[in-house]
C-alpha cells in the first residue's frame, strides 16, 4: 500500500508549534505518510488579501486528508488596518479561513470528544455528600452541524433594499424593528436545512450504536427559536425509532450549561447546531482539562480536516522553549487515524497519553495550573516538545 498524503496547515501562533509535534507521534507510532505544507492564516491575509489562498484549496482537494493547527482570526476593522498598504481600499474583506474550508469542502459533520483522562488534575470536581469530594467521569462527544446556522455567513450591515423588503414582510421584524433606519441596521442569518441536519443527526446516532453510548441529547432551543431547532427536534424524535436501546431527549443550550456541571456524567453523544455546538462543545472541554485537551474532526462526504479547538495564542509563539499543551493536537491527529481506518495506532497513542496524564511526571504548565510564561518552567512545568517526548516513550 503506497504512503497517504497529508497536507499539513501549521496556520498562525502556536498552530506551527503543537502540528509538528503530532506528526513526531505518528511517526513514533509507525503511521506512514508524507506531509506536504499548505499555506493559510493571518501572514497571506496582510500580504495576498486572503488567508485561504486557493493553492491551498487545490492541495486539500487533491489528497482529501489535512491536520490544521491554529489560525488568528480579528474583527473586521482591526483585519483592514493589518491589510498591506498597497491592497488597502480594494475590496478585500477578512473571512475566516477555517470557516471557509468547512464550507468550501461541505466539512458538515463536526465531531468534538470531551472525555476525561484518570489523573489530570484539571479534571472536574464536585462536592459530594457529607463534604465528600466526586470526580465524575465525562465522557461525552458532541456532534456539532458545521456549515450552517449562524456561521453560514449570510448577513449584512444595512442591508439591500430588496433583503430589507423581503425582511419586512414578515410581521414581527416589521412590528419590532419595522422603526430602525436601514443603514442603522445588521443582521446575521440562522438557516438550517433538512438534509444537512438529518446528516449529522445520523451520524451521532450511527456513532452512538458504534461505541455503545446509551444517551443522545439534541442541545438546541426550540421553545424560542422555533423552526430552526423546531426542525433538528421533529428529525431527531422520528430517527430515534430506528435506534433501539438508545435514549434519545433535548435540553435548552441555556439550561444544558447549568446542568453540565451538576451531572456531567449522564450525557454520552449530543447533538448541536453550529453556534449551540461550539458553546456546549467549550464548556465540556472545561471538564476535562480545558483547550489544551479539545480535539475535533471536520467531516464531509469526500475530505476531513483535523485540528484542535484551541486558538493560536500568539503571546506563546515565540516562548524558546515553547511550553504550550501538545495533546489537544496530538488528539486531533488520532482522530485522522480512526477516520483512515487505523484504530489500532490511534489506541495506542490515545493509551499513552492516558499513561503519561495518570502518571503526572510529565505536565504541561496548563496541567500544574500555573500562568502562561517562560518562567513555568522552574516551576516544574515540561515544555512542549517535553510533553511530546513523554508520550512517545510510553507508547
Known sequence: MSKRTIVTMPGDGIGKTVLPEAIRVLDAVGFEADYVHADIGWEFWCKEGNPLPQRTLDLIEKHKIALFGAITSKPKSEAVKELDPALAGKGYVYYSPIVGLRQHFMLDI????????KGNPLNFIRKGPNDTIEEPEVNVVVFRQNTEGLYGGVEWTDPPQQVYDAFMTHPKFSKNFGWCPKDELAISTRIFTKKYSERIIRAAFEYAKKF???????????????????MMLAICRNMTKEYEGIHFDYTNIDAQMMWLTKDPEKYGVIIAGNMFGDIVSDGFAGLVGGLGFACSANIGEEVAIFEPTHGSAPKYENLNPSIVNPIAMIMSACMMLDYLGEVGKADRIRKAIAKVVEEGKVRAYDMLKLRGSQEVMQQGAASTSEMTDAIIAAL
Open 212 to 230: 455503545g453510548y446509551k444517551r443522545v441529547t439534541l442541545c438546541e432551543k426550540p421553545n424560542v427559536i422555533r423552526e430552526t431547532s423546531g
Open 110 to 117: 463536526c465531531q468534538r470528544p470531551c472525555i476525561s483522562f
